[in-house]
């Protein structure tokens, strides 16, 4: 079977570049989505992935992040995870190590020590300065609407949601998801967003395929959205026209304000996509590739 990885967004090349190298030399699907992710949560250039990026409203950094097994269903996250590097490797524990799916908070950080991760606490750069121009902002009463939180969430709609998600599909035919974020910037504390909850940020099955979120996690939550488009996978749909019924009825509703974007990988090979976003970008890498591809998605037309 031909490998294919696909991941969100611009870095989402960096993280298929290293996926692809595991899946081209015989590496399983899991292991290319984790490693592919470390290499975004480690880039002091993205702010809106790994530890150091963009805080929550107090000015701490909350991660959520998960990765799940096509072949077994076997998933692991965690949520408003502090002082860890890298997420997805906690997010794998959890799956490996515990009874459990999802580990937050203090409990994620407890457990993420005991496995021994390292705690530590920096700034990428720019952040800390994109916090508090944002609370200045907040300060001068820039935005006028009711409540502090009201107004927060309307200062950064539609700034810095960008999470990294990607799917793989290895030599063997087995198949893995796995994201990883710093959430929505100046979310609330103890907010969890979309990437720590299976079914809504990330599902897969190797029966079917797998599809992932980026965009505003609530959406993503509310209408199950990942898994939505696996079960529509399942009833015949290709990925492109599973992504775009499952946007469209997402915006039939518009229970939530922002946009989202699912990108979808069936278990043969073939990929869709479709959001809601102002743009979105994906990179994409078969084994008949080189290098990852960059490819551009236009606004779904429903919108
Ligand atoms: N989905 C993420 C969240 O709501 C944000 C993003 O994709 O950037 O936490």
């Known amino acids: 079977m031909k490998p294919v990885m696909v991941a969100t967004w611009n ?20 292991d290319a989505v984790e490693e592919g992710i470390k290499v975004v949560e480690d880039d002091l250039e ?12 107090e000015g701490e950094v909350e991660l959520d992040a998960s990765i799940m097994d096509g072949g077994t269903l076997r998933c692991g996250a965690v949520g408003a995870l502090k002082d860890i590097r890298h997420p997805i490797s906690v997010a794998r524990k959890v799956m490996e190590l515990t009874p459990h799916v999802l580990l937050v908070g203090e409990g994620a950080l407890k457990f993420a020590l005991r496995c021994g991760f390292k705690r530590e606490r920096f700034w990428k750069p720019g952040s800390r ?3 508090e121009e944002m609370l200045e902002n907040l300060r001068k009463g820039k935005y006028e609407v009711e409540s502090f939180y009201g107004r927060v969430w309307k200062a950064v709609g539609g700034l810095w949601k960008e999470t990294v998600s990607a799917v793989a599909l290895d030599a063997k035919g087995c198949m893995a998801a796995g994201n990883s974020t710093t959430g929505l910037f100046m979310k609330m504390p103890g907010r969890v967003g979309d990437s720590a909850v299976i079914g809504a940020g990330l599902y897969v099955d190797n029966r079917v395929g797998g599809a992932v979120t980026t965009g505003t996690g609530e959406v993503a939550i509310n209408y199950c959205l990942s898994k939505r488009v696996c079960d529509l996978m399942a009833s015949g749909l290709n990925p492109k026209e599973a992504c775009e019924k499952a946007i469209a009825e997402t915006l039939y509703r518009r229970n939530f304000d922002g946009g ?13 996509a479709a959001h809601s976003l102002k743009e979105f970008v994906y990179a994409y890498q078969d084994g008949g590739m080189d290098k990852p591809e960059l490819r551009k998605v236009e606004r779904f037309s429903g919108c």
């Open 260 to 272: 989202i974007a699912v990108l979808a990988l069936n278990n043969k090979g073939e990929v869709g």
């Open 46 to 57: 993205v702010l809106s992935v790994g530890l150091g990026g963009l805080p929550n409203v």
């Open 129 to 131: 300065e994109r916090w």
């Open 11 to 30: 870095f989402g090349v960096k993280a298929v570049s290293k996926g692809m190298d595991i899946l081209l030399s015989g590496g399983s699907a899991l």
